[in-house]
């Protein structure tokens, strides 16, 4: 029986490191993000910087709710260039036009991340207007989470983890042994200027969701080039070279999260209608 339930759990163990909805930014670069965006928001939000602890501590709840949840692993990706008119530059933004074209299981199977991360922002907006601390809290360290996520070049992409051109386990090296390792660096990269409203939320979450797609072929060239460079993909060197060449956009990528994230933060709160602070204590 024993052997069974190690058999089993390595399985699980497996399958959970095989998909792309196992990874998040690593738990650090989730934190630093979010613990960043409060310095984005303007200063009509200023007694929102003391949500910076609580948004940090909680920034990688979502991925510890996978564990429960069953419904929570497809929320955390999408592979959009499974999808001809993401493709061909037209893609289907609207959650229902998709399924009706490719069926729900499709489009779950895809990773659902932009809806996820809209309705947490809308979650949030209702949060402000009852001006329920609680559920405002936990709805914006999701809404974190969620668009960190969106920035992470390798949950746009459906060769998320290297496996369809001979670079598998690509995805925990670049984002959490690479990043963790240079989280100094990344920490004093940030550039904060106040944000402003965001028009069209999904269409927003789209475009940040494709900008971080286009940028996946460097980082596979940047693992490519420093494996060839250095026979290895766990050296010292390896990591040395991965971070070189991939350094310009890791931080273009962290910075872009914490200023979208607030820009979304900031819409919510504007919509909720600008609750204050010390009111929801
Ligand atoms: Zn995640």
Redesign the pocket.
Known sequence: MKKNVLIVSIIVTCFFFLTSSAF?WGDKGHKLISKKAVLYLPSTMKSYKKWADYLEEHAPD??IRKKDDKTEAPK?YIDIDFYKEFLSGNMIENEDSLIAEYGEKEVIKQGILPWATLQTYQNLILAFKDKDKAKALRYAADLG?YVA?GHQPMHTVMNYNGQLTDQKGVHARYEIHMVDDHLAALDSSFDPQPVKLVKNPLEYIFNYISDANSVCNILMDADNFAFKQTNSRRSNAYYNLLWFRTKYITEIQFNKSAEDFAALLYTAWVKGGKPAFNKMM
């Open positions: 998040p979502p991925d955390h989470h996520d």
